[in-house]
T-cell receptor
């Protein structure tokens, strides 16, 4: 079945450091790929998405590129801020009359000033 | 426009008690979902509803029932709570279209003693 594997956390970085959170997936066909973010005490919200191979999703300085050859969708940001502290979830979806999301386990990111 | 709302925010139950988690959305979405979030396991789909009057099982439906009361509301019921159901529960909604984003509520934290 479908699965998503993402980098174990927690990850702690200093402000302005470069961020990479790795995500790889297993799925047949051509899934859509997502990064969701969960800020403390809140629900998940979409950060970015990519719907086909070589697409790059971007938002709030974060980027991820859909790499079909390596089945990866790594999240990157050039200079992180304290406000980026959150839990990040990689997910994939395939359409079966409804979008069914399969999530990774989440990576907790803490940015220290 | 409140998005997806959930009640209650927090609940403590004793083993064997029952309760219903409420979810409502005001975005005119057809599809609604219930997930549970457990440490180290990401989010797992419990049930989903493609439209008013239809519901389907997800990955972990045992011990739960759902009702799609109308287009806006989708409730999750625990008939006889067990400690294994201690979790954070998220409701989500989306349009029933390919690659459509899911929008999440703030979650309900449930503790079963």
């Amino acid at each position: 079945g479908d699965s998503v594997t993402q980098m174990e956390g927690p990850v702690t970085l200093s402000e302005e450091a470069f961020l990479t959170i790795n995500c790889t997936y297993t799925a047949t066909g051509y899934p859509s790929l997502f990064w969701y973010v969960q800020y403390p005490g809140e629900g998940l919200q979409l950060l970015l998405k990519a719907t086909k191979a070589d697409d790059k999703g971007s938002n709030k300085g974060f980027e991820a590129t859909y790499r079909k050859e390596t089945t990866s969708f790594h999240l990157e940001k050039g200079s992180v801020q304290v406000s980026d502290s959150a839990v990040y979830f990689c997910a994939l979806s395939r359409y079966f009359g409804n979008e069914k999301l399969t999530f990774g386990t989440g990576t907790r990111l803490t940015i220290i000033p | 426009n409140a998005g997806v709302t959930q009640t209650p925010k927090f609940q403590v139950l004793k083993t064997g008690q029952s309760m219903t988690l409420q979810c409502a959305q005001d975005m005119n979405h057809n599809s609604m979902y219930w997930y549970r979030q457990d440490p180290g396991m990401g989010l797992r789909l419990i049930y989903y509803s493609a439209s008013e009057g239809t519901t389907d099982k997800g990955e972990v439906p045992n011990g739960y029932n759902v009702s799609r009361l109308n287009k806006r509301e989708f409730s999750l019921r625990l008939e006889s709570a067990a400690p294994s159901q201690t979790s954070v529960y998220f409701c989500a909604s989306s349009y029933p279209a390919v690659q459509e984003t899911q929008y999440f509520g703030p979650g309900t934290r449930l503790l079963v003693l």
